[in-house]
């Protein structure tokens, strides 16, 4: 039997409540200068193998679902923004380009909301790992050698998404048997 090659468990990811009330110095700068707090946003990228975007599979269309229904169910939840972006997505950026960068499932929250950003988190693991479930069964079915690599894994995190699962429990955020 062939197990899944994906770098998560539907469950592996977990979240608790996070303590949010430290700031960093960075941030009281921002604040007293009035800048934009757009840096302050909590962000992470799950980078995807793009073999899973072999004609027939739809891993665009599986990871978004029905008019963004898997998209918008995450984005109900944590009021978090969750995009497919890079090589193979579809997408084009305001230049008219696609984007030179790896395919990802890009995960945003606003400064402030850390406990949502981890809820999104999961449930965004847990969609990836759905859907990547699904691939080694399609590479079966179609002669196409399964990949023995993590199908999906995070790419890049932003230096505030980093510091609040910092400040959380070490045993609380997980993707598969890493903890993150």
């Known amino acids: ?25 960075s941030a009281k700068r921002h604040a007293r200068s009035g800048k934009r707090l757009h ?10 193998d793009s073999s899973m975007l072999h ?20 984005f109900k939840a944590t009021d978090a923004k969750v995009r497919l ?11 008219g380009r696609k ?3 790896h395919l990802m499932l890009a995960v945003t929250s606003e400064a402030g909301q850390e406990e949502k950003f981890l809820l999104a988190l999961q449930m965004a693991a847990e969609l990836l ?5 699904k691939y080694p069964a399609f590479c079966r079915s ?9 199908l999906f894994w995070i790419g890049e995190l932003s230096d505030n998404a980093s510091a609040c699962i910092g400040r959380c429990s070490s045993s609380v955020v997980k993707l598969g048997q890493v903890p993150v």
């Open 85 to 95: 972006r890079g090589r193979g997505s579809g997408h084009m950026e305001i230049s």
């Open 55 to 74: 004609h027939g599979f739809g891993l665009n269309q599986k990871l978004i679902g029905h008019h963004g229904s898997n998209t918008k169910k995450i």
């Open 99 to 101: 984007a030179p960068v």
């Open 142 to 150: 179609h002669s196409i050698a399964s990949p023995r690599r993590p």
């Open 129 to 133: 790992q759905q859907v990547t479930d």
């Open 1 to 25: 039997e062939e197990q899944s090659t994906s770098a998560s468990e539907a469950d592996g990811l977990r979240t608790e409540k996070c303590n949010t009330s430290p700031k960093s110095a």
């Open 39 to 48: 840096l302050l946003k909590n962000w992470c990228h799950f980078f995807l």
